[in-house]
């Protein structure tokens, strides 16, 4: 089944795919061509459950650049048209407190050009996904628990340490978001 998404550019209406695992390649290895300077790429969602395995495709290709400069921008506006993907800026630090040590956490994918690319905290994206409670979140959450990318005692663990933060989001209904995460890591 080939999912696409409709998108308006210009007043034009046309269609884009959804990412495989070949489109995210050529993604990183095109972003990395094209940018000069050295940077990191975090691909998280479900450019990670393409990447890793789990899922055959993804509708976004979600990026947190490193830095965001307007080359990046440019290069991520060129690469959307030509592969004909939906690249989106967004991470889990963008709906969650940022985990500490995220950063040291984050696998390393491989570098292309002057750009390394890694896969997002696996805590964090975790946590991003159960906060939000898609369904389609809530099977990538059980696939980072059945396969030890997320141990459940640290998961929790994450969850307090953040905790306290969710005050400056307020969006986030604190309980509601520590029963979801207990019943994540109780059903694996």
Do not use: C
Not at 24 to 37: A, D, H, N, S
Not at 110 to 126: K, N, R, T, V
Not at 144 to 161: D, W
């Amino acid at each position: 089944m080939i999912d696409y998404s409709l998108v308006v550019a210009d007043n034009e209406l046309f269609m884009r795919h959804s990412s495989s695992r070949e489109k995210i390649t050529k993604f990183m290895e095109g972003f990395g061509r094209r940018i000069k300077k050295k940077g990191r790429v975090y691909l998280t969602g479900g450019a990670t459950a393409v990447l890793l395995d789990w899922r055959d495709t993804t509708i976004d290709i979600d990026i947190k650049p490193v830095p965001d400069t307007d080359e990046v921008f440019q290069v991520i506006a060129e690469l959307k048209d030509e592969l004909g993907v939906n690249i989106e800026l967004a991470s889990p630090g963008d709906f969650i407190p940022p985990l500490p040590g995220w950063e040291d956490r984050s696998v390393f994918i491989g570098q292309q050009g002057s750009l390394h690319f890694f896969h997002y905290d696996f805590y964090a994206q975790a946590l991003a996904k159960i906060e939000r409670g898609h369904a389609q979140d809530q099977k990538d959450v059980h696939e980072m628990l059945s396969r030890g990318l997320v141990k459940r005692e640290m998961l929790l663990s994450f969850f307090e340490s953040i905790r306290p933060q969710l005050i400056r989001y307020p969006a986030i209904d604190e309980a509601s978001f520590a029963a979801k995460v207990r019943e994540a890591v109780q059903h694996v």
